[in-house]
């Protein structure tokens, strides 16, 4: 639906985009992860036909955004970073304009601004001034605008920003209600909201794209080994050695004593479960077992070594469990 | 065409905030105070004439004595207030960022452009409406010819479209209100007064320069005169700046 190839742009001497390709099948949410001034709104841009590409095609539903940039207009709904809106008008009178300049026609016109004032949870300010409105207010206005209309696909810069815990939960059920139907790309430097929005990450660093895929994935390729940490009371100095030993088992990290017992980060291959192994070694010996847990590899280790390029060593995820553990 | 929401938004923006009343306000007050001050002249004048037919002024005509430079007074007061409706057509939008979800609609950039001209010539319409009070006061207190008035009325609409068509393109080129108000008002002001160097200068120059000037065509129109030329040269003035406008928006489209 979305089919971005060896997108470059350019402001003056500045390459803000740099060769960027990807694709984003039907019926997808994608999100799109970076730092700040990473690419992603100049990426934005020139998806929603705002803005040319310096190099490089993008197409939309088949349209290409440069030659075709009303056939595809038409099939988008665009929310921009910051959602830019006309603080003059009132949110029914603004939605209304917004449904009738995207083609809704007249009988249509009147429910469609209803349902989305509903599903964006602003009915109840459909007569203040937009500018009267809270960022959070303002925010959903944004996305209301972008959903008139029914749109294929959707564009969305940031959605969430501005809104608190309670309207995050709610605009983000409401996207992920939008798959299947819509194709849907938006931008976030929240990394949790990639986890429960998207079905698909592309992350972008310094205009160029480090990693894509599934947020499993990206972790499979980034941690090739699954992290286990064991505590144990009364087995000391014998602790590490007897772990390393267990088949299967391809690196041991000592962690530092605590509650009187001794910790280990157990690094293991992903095909091989051996937890039941580490049972049993406990029991055997007679220690006693404290804590047995899998160390979760987010999808924000896959972005802070994407993002900082830099190679993870186990004594940097050691020091990130302890500093874990210490919160 | 898509350019009908775009037209009803602006007029909702107009009328919404106090730009339109503003506007209305002054512009009717100061137009106003020169009706009743030249058409106080005028029956102070044909009072005297009366008393005092030896001194002539049997050809004292009201459509000539009041109407007429009440037509010229009215074309240098707009001279100051059309900038300030048609500053912040496009710079507003531009300074906002909704500029961006603007063009991101299913909208040709001509019909953007045709919605937002088409606002800002309603409300001078509706301006000039107010105005045709002074006339009515006039044919309420004698008898007037009514085809001259026409006239000039429609030199005064042709007078606004350019000036409105001039002030819509310059918000075009820039983002800052500021600019868009005070660079329309300049050059509008530079076209008013290059016919006044055609006094001094001579041959084709002097011809080139009276015919560049806007309070000149508006002359002929005063008199109860339409003039080929002088419509050329209104219609010709809105093509060409609307036409420049149209490139500014598409430049955008392929200049990023």
Request: neutral net charge; aromatic residues 10%.
């Amino acid at each position: 639906m979305i089919q971005v190839d060896n997108l470059t742009k350019r402001y003056g001497p500045v390459t803000a985009i740099h060769d960027v390709s990807f694709n984003v099948d039907k019926g997808r949410i994608v999100g799109f992860l970076g730092p700040n001034g990473a690419g992603k709104s100049t990426t934005m841009k020139i998806l929603s036909c705002f803005m040319p590409a310096s190099g490089g095609t993008a197409r939309v539903a088949g349209f290409d955004v440069f030659s075709q940039s009303l056939e595809v207009r038409r099939r988008i709904g665009y929310l921009p970073e910051n959602a830019p809106l006309y603080p003059d008008l009132s949110v029914a009178a603004y939605l209304d304009f917004v449904a009738e300049i995207k083609g809704v026609s007249r009988p249509a016109r009147r429910g469609r601004v209803a349902d989305v004032m509903e599903r964006c949870f602003i009915g109840d300010m459909q007569n203040r001034l937009i500018g009267k409105l809270s960022k959070g207010y303002r925010q959903r206005v944004g996305l209301a605008q972008a959903l008139l209309g029914d749109p294929e696909v959707l564009i969305l810069d940031e959605p969430t920003i501005g809104l608190d815990p309670r309207q995050i939960a709610e605009i983000r059920a409401l996207i992920r209600s939008l798959a299947g139907q819509h194709t849907v790309i938006l931008s976030t430097h929240i990394l949790p909201e990639v986890s429960m929005v998207c079905d698909g990450v592309v992350i972008i660093n310094r205009g160029r794209i480090v990693a894509q895929g599934t947020e499993s994935e990206l972790v499979q390729q980034a941690f090739p080994t699954a992290r286990i940490e064991l505590r144990v009371a009364g087995a000391g100095a014998e602790l590490a050695p007897a772990v390393g030993a267990i088949p299967g088992v391809v690196g041991v990290q000592p962690l530092a004593a605590r509650d009187g017992g001794a910790g280990v980060l157990v690094e293991a291959a992903r095909d091989r479960d051996v937890r039941p192994e580490l049972v049993r070694l406990v029991t055997g010996k007679g220690w006693t077992l404290q804590e047995l847990h899998p160390v979760g590899m987010s999808l924000e280790e896959v972005f802070i070594r994407a993002v900082a390029g830099e190679q993870e060593s186990p004594e940097a995820v050691a020091a990130a469990v302890e500093t874990e553990e210490a919160r | 065409m898509r350019w009908l929401p775009v037209f009803k938004k602006e007029m909702r923006l107009y009328f919404g905030s106090p730009v339109a009343y503003v506007v209305f306000t002054f512009f009717l007050v100061i137009s106003g105070w020169f009706f009743s001050q030249i058409f106080l002249f005028y029956s102070d004048a044909s009072m005297r004439s009366f008393m005092q037919p030896q001194f002539g002024g049997q050809n004292l005509n009201v459509v000539d004595n009041v109407m007429r430079p009440l037509f010229t007074n009215m074309s240098v007061v707009l001279l100051f207030f059309i900038p300030m409706l048609t500053m912040r057509l496009f710079a507003e939008e531009k300074k906002s960022g909704t500029m961006e979800l603007l063009l991101t609609y299913p909208v040709r950039d001509g019909e953007v452009l045709a919605g937002k001209y088409l606002a800002a010539l309603t409300l001078y319409l509706i301006l000039l409406g107010l105005t045709l009070l002074y006339p009515g006061l006039v044919a309420y207190f004698t008898r007037v010819e009514w085809g001259p008035i026409m006239t000039g009325y429609l030199g005064l609409i042709l007078t606004g479209a350019v000036f409105l068509a001039v002030g819509v393109l310059i918000s075009s080129l820039t983002e800052n209100q500021i600019v868009a108000g005070f660079g329309t008002f300049g050059v509008l002001l530079a076209f008013w007064v290059i016919g006044w160097g055609a006094e001094f200068a001579g041959g084709a120059t002097r011809t080139v320069l009276q015919y560049l000037s806007i309070g000149d065509h508006l002359e002929g129109f005063t008199r109860g005169l339409i003039d080929t030329k002088d419509l050329v040269y209104y219609v010709t003035g809105v093509a060409l700046a609307l036409f420049f406008t149209l490139r500014s928006l598409e430049s955008k489209r392929w200049r990023g």
